[in-house]
């Protein structure tokens, strides 16, 4: 029954459990290797979601996004993501790599969405990531959701826009966004306002010295010292094992002086003072990297990148670090202006790995933390460069003003998504950007190993982030 001639023997194969439940349940399928270019209306997605009653498999095509509330409004049940030790559990019993959707599996009950069968044939994943099943809707339909009840839950992607290119929209798009909110009262009244912090003094004042041409070492000093914790901070910083300093540091000169430099001491003081203003959240996706872990991974890896394109091309070295360092500081921001939904928003992100977050947070707030994150850098009367890289970190194909900031956080985002750092669907990134850059899939690698090779050291900077002196 099932096609494999077209497999070479060396690719990857389907698990057998898999093979032999289809062909149990005489199921034709063909074996395709996975290809971004697949249609996402054909591709299966799977989610087990559960709660006081039990699991349910839900099942939709990838060109949709699973919106719980409506899913709470069919069922009358409040579902979310089951724990990864569970579905770790699962998938070890049966030896999968990935969910396949395949409802006699789970032995869960199952709904779908209806719009799923639309495709003359299916493409479901097989257990083994890379390989995918293609299977007739009619047989798909018949023997495999034979017990299943049909739904519409999803919500198709071309309806749910995310502003990408039209910055000149997002203040009266978060306006908007708070207001909606205001009117509707969920749970809590948010203030008609967007309650935003002020900028600290200290960020303030290092600010002030980023653009002083006569700044010296003994200003930095000056301000780092006068704030106990951040002075901590880059003592145990320039005494990591990431940077294997010789001798003891003794004082904050000495960090900066002999290890880490002028420019690194500030857009590292400049990070840590503007991440204390907005607390992380005490919510976050299952199975998410940590915040402060992505952030300086990300600026890690940016340095690196910055250091390997040709002189000429180069942008500002220490602006690079810190877009890296402060690439995702909008989801700080949603999670401290819209605090009742962003439990809403970590529920869905967990049923929907296979999207960006833009596509969930356009759709449940009507406004992005890339938008947010860049009108809060504006409104702190932060360098344009970083506004810049925060807005369109998602876009490939950015080539405006400041187009190396962006580009950059692209580029380090997908090449740590590619060795499972960090949550979100991979891409395949165009020529272009490595292009505009100056450097080659090859080099942009380098990169990466580099950093990666001292992960245990960075995981150590990263772990100070998160529980400050």
Partial sequence: MTEVALVPDTAPRPPAVIL????????????????????????????????????????????????????????????????????????????????????????????????????????????????????????????????????????????????????????AEITQAVQAFTARRIQQRLEETIEIPPLPETAQKIIKLRVDPDATVDDITGVVETDPALAAQVVSWAASPYYAAPGKIRSVEDAIVRVLGFDLVINLALGLALGKTLSLPKDQPQQATPYWQQAIYTAAIIEGLTRAMPRAQRPEAGLTYLAGLLH?????????????????????????????????????????????????????????????????????????????????????????????????????????????????????????DKVLQAEAALRELASQFNHPH
């Fill in 328 to 448: 995702n500081f909008g989801y700080l921001v949603l999670a401290h202006v819209f605090p009742p939904h962003f439990s809403l928003i970590c529920r869905h992100l967990e049923v929907n790995p296979h999207l960006g977050t833009g596509y969930i947070e356009q759709h449940l707030l009507g406004i992005t933390r890339e938008q947010i994150g860049a009108w809060l850098m504006r409104f702190w009367d932060m360098p344009e460069e970083l506004a810049t890289a925060l807005r369109f970190q998602h876009d490939p194909s950015y080539d405006g003003a400041h187009a190396a900031y962006p580009n950059l956080v692209c580029l380090a985002v997908n090449l740590l998504r590619s060795r499972g750092i960090g949550s979100g669907p991979q891409h395949e990134l165009p020529d272009e950007l490595f292009e505009r850059l100056g450097l080659t899939r090859d080099k942009a690698e380098d990169a990466l």
């Fill in 20 to 171: 032999q439940l289809l062909e149990k349940l005489g199921v034709p399928c063909h074996i395709r290797p996975d290809h971004p270019a697949l249609a996402a209306s054909r591709r299966v997605q799977a989610a087990l979601l559960d709660d006081a009653v039990g699991a349910l498999l839900v099942l939709f095509p990838q060109n949709q996004l699973l919106d719980l509330n409506r899913l709470a409004e069919l069922t009358g049940r409040k579902l979310t993501a089951v724990k990864p030790e569970r579905m770790e559990r699962m998938l070890s019993k049966h030896s999968l790599g990935v969910l396949p959707g395949l409802p006699p599996l789970t032995s869960s009950p199952c709904l779908y969405d209806e719009r799923l069968l639309q495709e003359p044939s299916l493409l479901v994943e097989s257990g083994q990531p890379g390989v995918l099943l293609e299977i007739g809707s009619e047989h798909y339909k018949s023997i495999l959701l034979a017990k299943a009840s049909a739904a519409r839950f999803g919500e198709p992607l071309a309806s749910i826009r995310p502003n990408l290119d039209r910055p000149d929209d997002d203040r």
